[in-house]
């Protein structure tokens, strides 16, 4: 069983930036593929991120690249988004995710969810 946990979420103006962190519970969360998700009021679901557990696999949505970095420390057991250069459309609830214990294929299939926290940017 893995819990997560996002903190670092607020309010921001266009232009500015926010360090997003999951706290992860439970001792296998370093061998489990991590990502990143935002939802918007009346918008579909969108992975921004994702991390393998080796931490030597990363990947983007077209709408972040070169804006926000994933990374992780699995020794604290933590995942990161770095989110830069941050606009009004990037206002959504960012969830972590964490996937099936040694998944390395990617897309990675996710199966733990945190609770979400709200990243709004004012124009």
């Known amino acids: 069983q893995v819990q997560l946990a996002e903190s670092g979420g607020g309010l921001v103006q266009a232009g500015g930036s926010l360090r997003l962190s999951c706290a992860a519970s439970?001792?296998?969360?370093?061998?489990?593929?991590a990502g990143w998700f935002r939802q918007a009021p009346g918008k579909e679901r969108e992975l921004v991120g994702a991390?393998?557990?080796?931490?030597?696999?990363?990947h983007y949505a077209d709408s972040v690249k070169g804006r926000f970095t994933i990374s992780r420390d699995n020794g604290k057991n933590t995942v990161y988004l770095q989110m830069n250069s941050l606009k009004p459309e990037d206002t959504a609830v960012y969830y972590c995710?964490?996937?099936?214990?040694?998944?390395?294929?990617?897309?990675?299939?996710?199966?733990?969810r945190g609770q979400g926290t709200q990243v709004t940017v004012s124009s």
């Open positions: 995710a964490a996937g099936v214990q040694g998944g390395d294929v990617y897309p990675y299939e996710y199966i733990y």
């Open positions: 439970g001792r296998t969360f370093s061998s489990r593929a």
């Open positions: 991390i393998s557990w080796r931490d030597d696999r990363i």
